[in-house]
Each structure stands twice: as structure tokens, then as C-alpha cells.
């Protein structure tokens, strides 16, 4: 788990790198791989250690702060602006146009 000022740096860095701009995906890596077309970002809220990230078309993710281990604000995969690592070996990438 995060310190609570570790995670107010993730949703600071949330909201500066993906508020107003194109999430291309969002590909999860964990027992069942997937990956998410979202879209333009315009809503990022914070609620009870929850972050839910809001797309123009509806479209939600949640991210339960609890359960982040760590976070990399300049990871070396290839168009990936930000990555997270959380519980149960779950480590989800995130890609900005």
C-alpha cells in the first residue's frame, strides 16, 4: 500500500497527464489480460481512497488506492505514460495519444 502522500502524487499526476487528453488504452496485466479504448479524459474523482478516471463517452475506470503497491511516473515501455503495480500481481499501463 501507498503512503497517503504517495497518493496524493498519483492523483496529482493523473489529473496533469491525462485531464483533457486523448487515453488511447488502458491494458490491464494480471491473470486475465485486457486492454481498454477509452478516450478523451474530462472528469478525474477522488472518493474514499477510490480514483475513477471519466471518459466523453461514459466511459469509467476505478483505481482503489489501497491496493496500488507502486507507481512509475516514467516507465521504459514504449508510448506508456504511466504504470502502476497493485495487489495480486495485477499491473496496469496507461497510453496517451
Given at each position: 500500500m501507498i503512503t497517503l502522500s504517495s497518493k496524493i502524487e498519483f492523483?496529482?499526476?493523473l489529473r496533469e497527464k491525462f485531464l483533457g487528453n486523448n487515453l488511447k488504452c488502458i491494458e490491464i496485466l494480471a491473470v486475465v489480460?485486457?486492454?481498454i479504448d477509452f478516450g478523451a479524459v474530462v472528469n478525474i474523482d477522488v472518493t474514499d481512497d477510490k480514483v475513477s478516471v471519466w471518459s466523453e463517452e461514459g466511459n469509467v475506470f476505478?483505481?482503489?488506492l489501497d491496493d496500488?503497491?507502486?507507481v512509475n511516473y516514467s516507465p521504459i515501455e514504449e508510448d506508456v505514460c504511466l504504470s502502476l503495480e497493485a495487489?495480486?500481481?495485477v499491473k496496469v499501463l496507461f497510453y496517451v495519444d
Open positions: 492523483v496529482k499526476a489480460e485486457c486492454t476505478w483505481i482503489n496500488v503497491i507502486g495487489k495480486n500481481d
